[in-house]
């Protein structure tokens, strides 16, 4: 059993049981534990919103497809090439707003989508080894793209759409990731801020009042399924230990409980994890270009005169704002998740993307342009310059990664359907060895295979695998193809599966050794 954020293996094996057993009887329940008998118990991860498991199952519901791995990877994959799109219109947007031209605003637009595709990390870990709670990600991306178009809207009318679709999106991300209530808490915060600085309508206390009913809201729905859900704490031990479950639960993820502490997170957050998932200079370009940004943002809100100008600034600093402070406020705050789970860092993706590529060279050029007053625009100009920090974005991208990178993804088929073979051809009851493979709790393998593998060379290695296990097993040796079966064809097997990619050996009715047992 592993109590952390799901994986591929987790994604797939809940919509899998939802499949069978109805939406109704699951609750959007999340098993955490693969379906052997190493690990049979099944409970809730109650601390977190489920909601990222819905478009799995509705995918293949229209598919007409059981869920299964490939369906959740190329999921994973569709929604990275949709976050680095949005980004890439984002920039486009704003660009255009500042009125720097079309092919200088195509042109950031371009550099900006190539480090958020060709970033190891995030590339790596929406492909294979995916952790659902980034699939956010896509909500918030386009919750900022929507944003940019509430600045460049003409008429009241459309803003009111605008924000009615941006609010339909956050709500559906408070059911995915508490990230969306640290953004759209700031959000809140931006828009009053347009409001005083003239730049909108001016917020009345009522609808800000309105807008955090949104987020009670959902909190409540949360609430309703955490207390509910079949077989979840509150059912069993009351609603006042599940309550005091989630309190505890929030002082871990702060570091402030003596539950799985953790020391050093500042020296490894600027260095190591912005290191291994982006660039060895990626903590160092996000903060100084942030910065700069902000400087020249400011400049260039002061000096505008033309309401539509000052409009076009304040957007700019607006998503300076969004796509930094809520994503590292998040990670900040709860730095005992963000250490222990390091891909989290890919919450700063956004601020890795659009900042140095996007939004430092249009605050430059805003904060140039009051300066060439009665002057034509250089257009050509400005489109040099974009093409010189389009191709900057690329070269950096391409170069620093040090990773082959797949425009369709890393998933490796051929291993795949290996390790999909030890799924399909396994029971409950069978628990699986091998001399040279091996299926961790939290891994690709386990997501392909839906069983643990065990590396045992022999007999006696098996056994200190089930040296706590009650009841009857099978014991399954996998022997990929061109592989020696060694001590186990020392004992004749029950029964040999050869689907030409593994050899499955199951040995039967072996008696678990665990003490105390039945």
Request: proline share 5%.
């Amino acid at each position: 059993m592993f109590d952390a954020d799901c994986t591929t293996s987790e994604a797939s094996m809940w919509a899998r049981m939802w499949w069978d057993e109805g939406p109704l009887k699951m609750w959007f329940s999340t098993p955490i534990a693969p379906r052997s008998i190493e690990a049979p118990e099944r409970v809730l991860y109650e601390s977190w919103p489920p909601g990222a498991f819905v478009p799995v199952y509705l995918i293949a519901m229209a598919l007409g497809r059981e869920p299964s791995v490939p369906i959740v990877n190329w999921i994973n994959t569709g929604e990275h090439g949709l976050i680095a799109l949005a980004a890439a219109l984002i920039a486009f947007n704003i660009a255009s707003m500042n009125r720097i031209g079309k092919v200088s605003s195509g042109l950031i637009a371009v550099g900006v989508s190539f480090p958020i595709l060709l970033s190891r990390g995030p590339l790596y870990v929406f492909s294979q080894v995916y952790d659902v709670t980034n699939a956010v990600l896509i909500y918030t991306t386009l919750f900022l793209l929507l944003e940019t178009l509430f600045y460049s809207a003409q008429r009241e009318r459309e803003k009111r759409i605008i924000t009615a679709f941006e609010l339909v999106i956050i709500f559906t991300a408070f059911f995915v990731d508490w990230l969306s209530y640290t953004l759209f808490a700031f959000w809140i915060f931006s828009r009053l801020a347009a409001s005083y600085f003239g730049v909108e309508t001016r917020m009345r206390m009522r609808g800000v009042i309105a807008l955090c009913l949104l987020p009670m809201s959902a909190f409540g729905l949360y609430l309703v399924w955490r207390f509910f859900a079949p077989d979840s704490m509150a059912r069993q031990l009351g609603v006042a230990t599940s309550v005091h479950q989630l309190f505890l639960k929030i002082q871990q993820r702060m570091n402030l409980s003596s539950d799985s502490p953790i020391s050093g997170f500042m020296d490894a957050f600027v260095g190591q994890i912005h290191t291994d998932f982006y660039t060895p200079i990626a903590f160092a370009l996000i903060a100084g270009s942030t910065l700069a940004t902000l400087v020249l943002v400011m400049i260039a809100f002061r000096r505008a005169c033309d309401p539509a100008e000052r409009k076009a600034v304040f957007a700019t600093g607006s998503i300076l704002f969004l796509v930094t402070v809520p994503f590292y406020v998040h990670m900040l705050i709860l730095y005992e998740h963000t250490f222990i789970h390091r891909w989290a860092i890919m919450k700063a993706m956004l601020a890795y993307g659009l900042v140095p590529f996007a939004l430092l060279p249009i605050a430059a050029l805003a904060t140039v342009r009051p300066f060439m007053s009665g002057k034509a625009l250089p257009r050509f100009g400005f489109a040099v310059l974009s093409l010189a920090v389009a191709l900057c974005a690329i070269v950096c991208a391409e170069t620093i990664t040090e990773e082959p990178w797949y425009l369709l993804g890393r998933v490796n088929r051929t291993a795949y359907l290996m390790w999909d073979d030890i799924g399909r051809n396994t029971r409950y009851e069978d628990v699986v060895v091998s001399p040279v493979l091996e299926a961790a709790p939290i891994s690709a393998q386990i997501g392909a295979s839906y069983k643990l593998v065990h590396l045992a060379k022999d007999f006696a290695e098996a056994d200190k695998v089930v040296e706590r296990l009650c009841g009857d097993y099978n014991l399954v040796v996998a022997l990929p193809e061109g592989t020696y079966a060694g001590d186990f064809a020392s004992r004749q097997p029950a029964e040999a599966i050869d689907t030409g990619r593994i050899r499955l050996l199951r040995f039967q009715l072996y008696r678990g050794k665990a003490l105390g047992c039945p």
